[in-house]
């Protein structure tokens, strides 16, 4: 069974970091991308960033550019994204997701739970 | 950079009744559109990709159609589970945006 298991929620000041973690478990780690995308609260879905594992090959949303970077882990079959200079409007549940086949870029079959970021002075 | 929309935001039906729901693009994405179910306190569920292929387990009450800019998912006849937020998304370039969503309230 895949599953995607991220950490859980966090409390943070202005202007600090986050780091999220997503354990991927129940298929070949290196074989699938990888995405991150969040929703604040009452708000739509936004797509934020995509990792392949293996060869680090990363895409970021113009809006985060700067602000966040994801690592991996492939012993771990984990993989970590950093949001830094976090403010009041990166208050959201933030997902890992992963793509349904290699060959496509963006369908999301297997989601994490979500882990809630909360930004508060 | 693509724009989806969707309409209406929110829709209020009976159990039972058939519903249509709406995406457009600003400009045209093949087929490259899937839709996902969102429940409160859930992730995104994927329901349809490819305009109208069902994902694994999804049933058949579910379908999409469209071409071009405009698509639509249709769920024949509502069920107590199916009230939920509705997201269309163009994949397959980047950035892969979604609509705005349509809540699928009941009556």
């Known amino acids: 069974q895949v599953r995607l298991v991220q950490s859980g929620a966090e409390v943070k000041k202005p202007g600090a970091s986050v780091k999220v973690s997503c354990k991927t478990s129940g298929y070949t780690f290196p074989r699938y991308a990888l995405h991150w995308v969040r929703q604040a609260p009452g708000q739509g879905l936004e797509w934020m960033a995509y990792f392949k594992i293996g060869n680090g090959n990363t895409k970021y949303s113009p809006k985060f550019q700067g602000r966040i970077s994801i690592i991996e882990d492939i012993s771990a079959t984990t993989i970590y994204m950093e949001l830094s200079s976090l403010r009041s409007e990166d208050t959201a549940v933030y997902y890992c997701?992963?793509?349904?086949?290699?060959?496509?870029?963006?369908?999301?079959?297997?989601w994490g739970e979500g882990t809630t970021v909360t930004v508060s002075s | 950079e693509i724009v989806m929309t969707q309409s209406p935001a929110t829709l209020a039906v009976s159990p039972g009744e058939r519903v249509t729901l709406s995406c457009r693009a600003s400009q045209s994405v093949s087929r490259n559109i899937a839709w996902y179910q969102q429940k409160p306190g859930q992730p995104p569920r994927l329901l349809i990709y490819?305009?109208?292929t069902r994902a694994t387990g999804i049933p058949a009450r579910f379908s999409g159609s469209g071409s071009g800019t405009e698509f639509t998912l249709t769920i024949s006849s509502l069920q107590s589970e199916d009230f939920a937020v509705y997201y269309c998304?163009?994949?397959?370039?980047?950035?892969?945006?979604f609509g705005g969503g349509t809540k699928v309230e009941i009556k």
């Open positions: 997701a992963r793509e349904i086949d290699i060959t496509i870029f963006g369908i999301f079959s297997v």
């Open positions: 490819d305009v109208s």
């Open positions: 998304q163009r994949y397959n370039n980047w950035p892969p945006p």
